[in-house]
């Protein structure tokens, strides 16, 4: 008998509902009967790049996501300009602003976020609007028709977008920002100054540090009004300063809501059978409001509802560009130079007119600002994202400013030829820089062509630069993989680069990891991944094929048709326990502990051959300090100590945490061990990951109980994955 398919609602058209589609498309199309409500009566569209319509450089057409027929074809019913107004949670069922009632399984709150309009007198008059939906931009176009100065109120990203936008329609524009600096949270003061000279020169015209106090005039608004007692004269006010959250409907369903709906790591909100994703979703108290972020929500919740529970979602490093001609800016991190950052790296070039300042806090690099020139952007972002070492920043940036470029390219031409073939382009879409130059090869002739293709740039756009310099460099036959990158051209420094993996491949041990997860977040198979990578063969070699398989496993890898299947690891782990004299305390109780942690932890692939040890002191000696992970019993408690090795130099383990039982500490030791094995490179001991991270920094992690039982929680359900079938001893699930 056919199982019943479930039924699955999904509550919002816009990006975030449209890419977990995409996603549980390619995981389990057969698994739900899907419907999804939108608001709007338009097809889903790109919202982020409504800005680059209004500034006249891409048409409608080129933002819409998915026609109907996409949905028609996929058996996914689409209800266009209907609302879903309630959910009945007990019941299950959802009413819509039809009087349609539809039943689900399993429900997915999309529905993104609104405007944020202040509650200052005399912002509900005719001629203030806001800049979000494509309605918008509709009143945009005829207030352009029927009056001369606009006024935005905001100088953040979207504010500058929508001034620029304004211009192109002929209006004056006017941007009104209560901070002194533009884009304060994402630039310097310096940034923001260099910013500010080239919109002036475009023709913006800026208020700045003004507060507004009320738009006026009397049933039309006619200007605005500040606590300074100052005044603007304006056609059209226009408000561009945040989004708030749809939560409403949520909250009338009893949801636990903050400043959006609060999910766990699974995009799971306080009903097991209600998700939600996008722009509506509270994480870890963060609420997203970019691309990437969503996307990647988006494919941890379809793998969810896919049934691999295994897969979470862990948070993002947003970043910020702004997609205005002229005026190239990119933000990444903590940049405000404020607290605690310090500079690690400025350059300032006046004849070209660039800038860039890199941050850091405690020996790593936390933010980056670069204006002018945004070609370094994706290898800061980079840098960023794995909490670099001022050491790799000196290597990455060890020939100071830029040199001239090579062969008469242009800086940006010059750095995307630099850029090696794994270098992620789009990281919206995870697509390298070889596969854009693929596509080319495949007969692509241009960057729309390249978008279709492989979806590079067809999100926030921020990337189209490069993908436009990428293609014409492919186009012209130039030989990129000879290009040194700019930033690294130095004549004093010589430019070394660490041996590759083996002879199938160019990248290094420690490139291996990161770009083997993008391609694994973007459900690419494993044999398309080694072409992707430039591998010399696609089942590898008996070198790499270890190192492919470990890095597979951890990211959970579908192995799609006939895609390579690599063997199991054989990496071990052994758990040793300290025997105690006849009758001392606790003989029997380590030796059950050690054999239940044992009996878990060697279910799971390790990067290298690991040892435990479990003491319950002196005079049950087990080895604890030179093993990879060490419990033992000392008069302040239970102490977890790791990083210790007998082989080859001595070195003694670290201490990271105390317990009060060896409950707690064997918890510990779980989140300990689920940190490295996401983190350490293949063949990487525990004591080089913990010098490489440092052992304060884990110290502090491991101090947090509610993320260190959430990380031995999640070994405990990836090692249930690779051996469902057996039942852990007792003593085990009472830890």
Same mark, same amino acid.
């Given at each position: 008998?056919?199982e019943?398919?479930?039924?699955l609602?999904?509550?919002?058209?816009?990006?975030?509902?449209?890419?977990?589609?995409?996603?549980?498309?390619?995981?389990?199309?057969?698994?739900?009967?899907?419907?999804?409500?939108?608001?709007?009566?338009?097809?889903?569209?790109?919202?982020?790049?409504?800005?680059?319509?209004?500034q006249?450089?891409?048409p409608?057409?080129?933002?819409?996501?998915?026609?109907?027929?996409?949905?028609?074809?996929?058996g996914?019913?689409?209800?266009?300009?209907? @609302?879903?107004?309630?959910?009945?949670?007990?019941n299950? @069922?959802?009413?819509?602003?039809?009087?349609?009632?539809?039943?689900?399984d399993?429900?997915v709150?999309?529905?993104?976020?609104?405007a944020?309009?202040?509650?200052?007198?005399?912002?509900d008059?005719?001629?203030?609007?806001?800049f979000?939906?494509?309605?918008?931009?509709?009143?945009?176009?005829?207030?352009?028709?029927?009056?001369k100065?606009?006024? *935005?109120?905001?100088? &953040?990203?979207?504010?500058?977008?929508?001034?620029? &936008?304004?211009?192109?329609?002929?209006? $004056?524009?006017h941007v009104?920002?209560?901070?002194?600096?533009?884009?304060?949270?994402?630039?310097?003061p310096?940034?923001?100054?260099?910013?500010?000279?080239e919109?002036?020169?475009?023709?913006?015209?800026?208020?700045?540090?003004?507060?507004?106090?009320?738009v006026?005039?009397?049933?039309?608004?006619n200007?605005?009004?500040?606590?300074?007692?100052?005044?603007?004269?304006?056609?059209?006010?226009?408000?561009?300063?945040?989004?708030? +959250?749809?939560?409403?409907?949520?909250?009338?369903?009893?949801?636990?809501?903050?400043?959006?709906?609060? *999910?766990?790591?699974?995009?799971?909100?306080?009903?097991?059978h209600?998700?939600?994703v996008?722009?509506?979703?509270e994480?870890?108290?963060?609420?997203?409001?970019?691309?990437?972020?969503?996307? $990647?929500?988006?494919?941890?919740?379809?793998?969810?509802?896919?049934?691999?529970?295994? #897969?979470?979602?862990?948070?993002?490093?947003?970043y910020?560009?702004?997609?205005?001609?002229?005026?190239?800016?990119?933000?990444?991190?903590?940049?405000s130079?404020?607290?605690?950052?310090?500079?690690?790296l400025?350059?300032?070039?006046?004849?070209?007119?660039?800038?860039?300042?890199?941050?850091?806090?405690?020996? *790593?690099v936390?933010?980056?600002?670069?204006?002018?020139?945004?070609?370094?952007?994706?290898?800061?972002?980079g840098?960023?994202?794995?909490?670099a070492?001022?050491?790799e920043?000196?290597?990455a940036?060890?020939?100071?400013?830029?040199?001239?470029?090579?062969?008469?390219?242009?800086?940006?031409?010059?750095a995307?030829?630099?850029? +090696?073939?794994?270098?992620?382009?789009?990281?919206?879409?995870?697509?390298?820089?070889?596969?854009?130059?693929?596509?080319?090869?495949g007969?692509?002739?241009s960057?729309? $062509?390249?978008?279709?293709?492989? &979806?590079?740039?067809?999100?926030?756009?921020?990337?189209? +630069?490069?993908?436009?310099?990428i293609?014409?460099?492919a186009?012209?036959?130039?030989?990129m993989?000879?290009?040194?990158?700019?930033?690294?051209?130095t004549?004093?420094? +010589?430019?070394?680069?660490?041996?590759?993996l083996?002879?199938?491949?160019?990248?290094?041990?420690?490139?291996?990891?990161?770009?083997?997860?993008?391609?694994?977040?973007?459900?690419c198979?494993?044999?398309?991944?080694?072409?992707?990578?430039?591998?010399?063969?696609?089942?590898?070699?008996?070198?790499?094929?270890?190192?492919?398989?470990?890095?597979?496993?951890?990211?959970?890898?579908?192995?799609?048709?006939?895609? *390579?299947?690599?063997?199991?690891? #054989?990496?071990?782990?052994?758990?040793?326990?300290?025997?105690?004299?006849?009758?001392?305390?606790?003989?029997?109780?380590?030796a059950?502990?050690?054999?239940?942690?044992?009996?878990?932890?060697?279910?799971?692939?390790?990067? @290298?051959?690991?040892?435990?040890?479990?003491?319950?002191g002196?005079?049950?000696?087990?080895g604890?300090?030179?093993?990879?992970?060490?419990?033992?019993?000392?008069?302040?408690?239970?102490?977890?100590?790791?990083?210790?090795?007998?082989?080859?130099?001595?070195?003694?383990? #670290?201490?990271?945490?105390v317990?009060? @039982?060896?409950?707690?500490?064997?918890e510990?030791?779980?989140?300990?061990?689920q940190?490295?094995?996401?983190?350490?490179?293949?063949g990487?001991?525990?004591?080089?990951?913990?010098e490489?991270?440092?052992?304060?920094a884990?110290?502090?992690?491991?101090?947090?109980?509610?993320?260190?039982?959430?990380?031995a929680?999640?070994?405990?359900?990836?090692?249930?994955?690779?051996?469902?079938? $057996?039942?852990?001893?007792?003593?085990?699930?009472?830890?």
């Amino acid at each position: 008998m056919e199982e019943r398919r479930r039924k699955l609602i999904v509550v919002g058209n816009g990006m975030a509902g449209v890419r977990l589609l995409e996603e549980l498309m390619k995981l389990g199309p057969e698994r739900y009967d899907i419907a999804v409500y939108g608001s709007e009566p338009v097809p889903a569209y790109n919202r982020i790049l409504l800005s680059k319509v209004l500034q006249g450089d891409t048409p409608m057409e080129e933002i819409t996501l998915k026609p109907a027929c996409w949905y028609e074809e996929r058996g996914i019913r689409l209800f266009t300009g209907e @609302t879903v107004e309630a959910i009945d949670a007990p019941n299950r @069922t959802i009413r819509t602003s039809a009087g349609r009632t539809d039943r689900y399984d399993r429900l997915v709150l999309a529905t993104g976020s609104s405007a944020f309009i202040p509650s200052i007198p005399g912002a509900d008059k005719k001629g203030v609007i806001a800049f979000r939906t494509i309605a918008d931009c509709e009143s945009m176009l005829k207030a352009s028709r029927e009056g001369k100065r606009a006024a *935005v109120i905001g100088g &953040g990203l979207l504010g500058l977008e929508a001034a620029r &936008g304004l211009l192109n329609l002929g209006m $004056e524009a006017h941007v009104v920002h209560n901070a002194v600096h533009l884009m304060n949270r994402q630039l310097d003061p310096m940034a923001s100054l260099l910013l500010r000279r080239e919109l002036e020169q475009q023709g913006m015209e800026f208020h700045l540090g003004k507060e507004t106090l009320q738009v006026t005039g009397l049933s039309r608004a006619n200007g605005l009004r500040f606590r300074d007692g100052g005044v603007l004269k304006a056609d059209l006010i226009l408000f561009a300063i945040g989004i708030r +959250p749809r939560i409403e409907l949520a909250k009338l369903a009893g949801l636990n809501a903050a400043r959006a709906i609060v *999910v766990d790591d699974s995009m799971r909100t306080s009903d097991p059978h209600i998700f939600a994703v996008g722009e509506c979703a509270e994480h870890r108290g963060v609420v997203y409001g970019l691309v990437a972020p969503l996307y $990647e929500q988006a494919k941890t919740l379809a793998a969810t509802l896919a049934g691999a529970e295994g #897969q979470q979602y862990e948070g993002s490093v947003p970043y910020s560009q702004l997609k205005v001609s002229g005026a190239e800016v990119f933000s990444v991190g903590d940049v405000s130079g404020h607290g605690e950052e310090e500079t690690l790296l400025q350059q300032f070039d006046g004849l070209k007119g660039t800038y860039r300042r890199v941050f850091g806090r405690g020996g *790593v690099v936390t933010g980056a600002v670069l204006y002018g020139d945004v070609s370094d952007g994706p290898e800061l972002l980079g840098l960023v994202k794995k909490n670099a070492s001022i050491a790799e920043l000196e290597k990455a940036f060890s020939g100071g400013s830029a040199a001239a470029a090579p062969d008469g390219l242009s800086p940006r031409d010059a750095a995307a030829a630099a850029m +090696p073939d794994s270098a992620v382009v789009c990281e919206c879409n995870a697509v390298a820089k070889a596969e854009i130059v693929r596509a080319v090869s495949g007969g692509c002739g241009s960057a729309d $062509e390249v978008r279709a293709c492989t &979806g590079a740039s067809g999100s926030c756009g921020g990337c189209r +630069p490069v993908v436009e310099s990428i293609v014409k460099l492919a186009l012209s036959g130039h030989n990129m993989s000879e290009q040194k990158p700019a930033m690294l051209q130095t004549a004093a420094v +010589p430019l070394s680069r660490p041996l590759p993996l083996c002879g199938c491949t160019e990248l290094a041990p420690a490139e291996l990891p990161q770009a083997l997860s993008r391609l694994a977040k973007a459900l690419c198979p494993p044999q398309e991944a080694l072409s992707r990578l430039g591998w010399s063969s696609s089942a590898g070699c008996e070198d790499c094929r270890p190192a492919l398989n470990y890095y597979a496993q951890r990211n959970g890898w579908p192995v799609i048709g006939d895609a *390579v299947e690599w063997p199991v690891s #054989q990496r071990t782990l052994k758990v040793r326990a300290g025997r105690a004299a006849a009758g001392g305390l606790g003989e029997n109780r380590e030796a059950a502990v050690a054999a239940a942690l044992e009996s878990l932890w060697r279910r799971l692939p390790w990067p @290298t051959p690991l040892t435990a040890a479990v003491s319950s002191g002196p005079h049950a000696p087990a080895g604890t300090l030179v093993a990879d992970i060490g419990l033992s019993h000392a008069p302040s408690g239970w102490e977890l100590t790791a990083g210790g090795s007998a082989e080859g130099v001595v070195r003694g383990g #670290q201490l990271l945490a105390v317990a009060d @039982t060896l409950e707690e500490a064997a918890e510990a030791a779980s989140a300990c061990l689920q940190l490295y094995r996401s983190e350490a490179f293949w063949g990487e001991p525990v004591w080089q990951w913990l010098e490489r991270n440092g052992e304060l920094a884990l110290r502090e992690r491991l101090a947090d109980l509610g993320r260190r039982r959430s990380l031995a929680e999640r070994l405990r359900l990836e090692a249930e994955q690779f051996t469902p079938a $057996e039942r852990a001893p007792a003593p085990l699930r009472a830890l």
